[in-house]
């Protein structure tokens, strides 16, 4: 499954419909987006706390939902919240996975409402790095059916500390932070990913990458056998599964 990070960034401003769209007509077949919180508890789809709108950045976490709307609408920014984004995931066959930029209850609590009341337990996750999305993991016990991914910060210490309990783990590297990829590769070979991919399968993971972003890590992760791949070369991705 080849999941587009923040849908096709390439193709329409990233987290919104219309990347989501070009994301899926692509062929992924997973969309990846940011979730976050406004001053007031409203969740909303942006990656950043902050909004550019025209030479101001507007600060989220420090703005009301409806301030945010009355701004974005006089500057042509597209503002997605929570119910707009799941009334797009009900008319789309994908899946999507819905990451936490804040570790607030309350942002995992609204989620989860969204999902039961749609009841999309199949089709919608909660996604993060361990200080954000460790009240998603905690949620598991109020919400059974709650698929919820984790990104591991250090892939080899799973072997003496396991992850918590959830439906899955992201292995792989932050283009952004420089070196990233370069120590991954360094400390995990291919046959030492295939041996972890073994271990986490067997104690109930399933094993995703991301975000990928060029052929020689696809064949490591291919070599592995991990094909969930988050990624922002949608169509590349999707072409090289495809000849691969």
């Not at 990656?47 to 609408?73: A, E, M, P, Y």
């Not at 909660?126 to 460790?134: A, D, E, P, R, T």
């Not at 064949?219 to 000849?243: M, N, P, S, W």
Request: net charge positive.
């Amino acid at each position: 499954m080849v999941i587009a990070h923040r849908g096709y960034s390439k193709k329409a401003t990233e987290n919104t419909i219309s990347a989501f769209d070009a994301a899926l007509l692509a062929g992924a077949k997973g969309i990846e987006c940011d979730i976050r919180l406004t001053a007031d508890d409203k969740a909303i789809v942006n990656h950043s706390n902050r909004i550019q709108v025209n030479d101001k950045k507007i600060k989220i976490s420090k703005s009301t939902l409806t301030d945010l709307k009355k701004i974005c609408k006089s500057s042509g920014h597209e503002l997605l919240v929570l119910d707009d984004l799941f009334d797009y995931i009900k008319q789309r066959q994908a899946q999507f996975f819905l990451e936490v930029k804040t570790s607030a209850p309350s942002l995992v609590e609204s989620i989860a409402q969204k999902i039961k009341e749609e009841n999309l337990w199949e089709q919608v996750h909660i996604i993060g790095w361990s200080l954000f999305v460790k009240n998603a993991l905690r949620a598991q016990s109020r919400h059974p059916k709650l698929q919820v991914g984790q990104f591991l910060h250090l892939p080899p210490y799973s072997y003496i500390r396991r992850p918590k309990k959830s439906y899955c783990v992201f292995l792989g590297w932050l283009d952004g932070i420089p070196g990233s990829q370069t120590l991954f590769r360094t400390l995990i070979s291919p046959k030492r990913l295939a041996k972890l991919k073994s271990f986490l399968e067997k104690h109930g993971f399933n094993v995703m990458g991301g975000v990928i972003n060029n052929n020689s890590g696809l064949e490591l992760f291919k070599q592995a056998g991990i094909t969930d791949i988050v990624t922002d070369r949608v169509a590349e991705t999707v072409k090289y599964f495809k000849q691969n």
